[in-house]
């Protein structure tokens, strides 16, 4: 078996990487993967970003977004979390099978003291009925990639903030997450492992799963990357059309009452961007709140460009009495 840690702490460069190796490098044997990052959410292959994520906090905390290759729900990962990624020939797993995967992981854990951990359900890890690694994987020209989450020391009290959108406030053909009771390891560990930082549980997993005392006796199997290779895995990930626009056509309605009066707005957003809008209610303007609503027409739906519109109009001419930013915070919060 081969391995790789990765230095980068950006999850887009990260899962460039993986990517990247599973794709163009051969191997004659197994390869793991180990890499962590700051603060990010990453949504599954056939989701919709937007009704993942809650859009003002990500933005407000500098929280990263991108999309992974694989299936799966969103979730979301901090310098608190470690990622592990089997890459094998397709034809020596079966699609699907996690178990087989992830069972070495499992194992290595048990050896540091988590004796309850266990595979559970269709994907998922668990350490006292408590979730704390959720799996995924995905296949491509004979290579499958089985890569999961190793909740060490998560800030959890941002993943309710991060990933907290009302189910009421959009509709769509995106597969949702569903929501798990979820734990962070390091308690579960013995006494000894239970101060390791993130690089010393990775590097102690990596000799449990290699079953040796040092890191040096497996040097030769560390993978190495190029310069060349460096430019090619920079350009696969860090591009808005992958995470945003590759989220299904989906639908909004958003309704706030006023002082001034109430608007209902209804959205339908396509490839990340606004398809249709009609503005609805008991406002009052001098001017048709169509004309509006075919500005924003075209625009990518977030807060940084249906902003800068709002900016360019007197939003007065439309919802006369009603603010600028409270008009923005009704159609993109």
């Keep these: 078996m081969y391995w790789y840690a990765m230095k980068s702490h950006d999850i887009r460069h990260n899962l460039a990487t993986e990517q990247y190796l599973m794709n163009n490098k051969k191997f004659d044997e197994p390869l793991v993967l180990f890499y962590y990052e700051g603060p990010c959410i990453i949504v599954g292959r056939n989701q919709n970003t937007l009704e993942e994520i809650n859009q003002k906090y990500v933005e407000e905390h500098n929280i990263t977004v991108t999309r992974r290759l694989s299936g799966g729900g969103a979730v979301y990962q901090d310098l608190g979390n470690l990622c592990f990624s089997f890459v094998v020939d397709s034809d020596s797993e079966e699609f699907g099978d996690f178990k087989s995967f992830v069972q070495p992981v499992v194992d290595a854990l048990h050896a540091m003291g988590a004796t309850t951990a266990e595979v559970s359900g269709r994907n998922d890890i668990l350490v006292d009925g408590k979730k704390f690694s959720g799996n995924a994987m995905y296949s491509h020209s004979g290579k499958t ?171 007065q001419q439309y919802f006369n009495g009603i603010p600028t930013a409270e008009v923005l915070d009704l159609l993109v919060d």
């Design 145 to 315: 990639f089985s890569h999961g989450t190793l909740m060490l020391d998560v800030d959890q009290d941002v993943i309710a903030h991060a990933l907290n959108v009302p189910e009421d406030k959009m509709k769509s053909k995106g597969i949702k997450s569903v929501r798990s009771r979820v734990t962070n390891l390091k308690p579960y560990l013995a006494p000894e492992y239970q101060n390791l930082t993130v690089p010393e549980f990775r590097d102690t997993l990596l000799k449990e799963l290699f079953q040796v005392k040092d890191l040096k006796a497996i040097a030769d199997k560390e993978v190495t990357i190029n310069d060349d290779e460096k430019v090619a895995i920079d350009e696969i990930y860090n591009n808005w059309d992958w995470v945003y626009g590759n989220s299904p056509e989906f639908t909004v309605k958003k309704r706030q009452h006023f002082t001034a009066g109430t608007i209902d707005a209804r959205l339908l957003v396509e490839g990340g961007k606004i398809k249709n809008l009609k503005f609805y209610g008991d406002f009052f303007g001098p001017a048709d709140a169509t004309e509006l609503a075919d500005k924003l027409t075209g625009v990518r739906y977030d807060r940084e460009h249906v902003g800068a519109i709002l900016d360019s109009v007197d939003t």
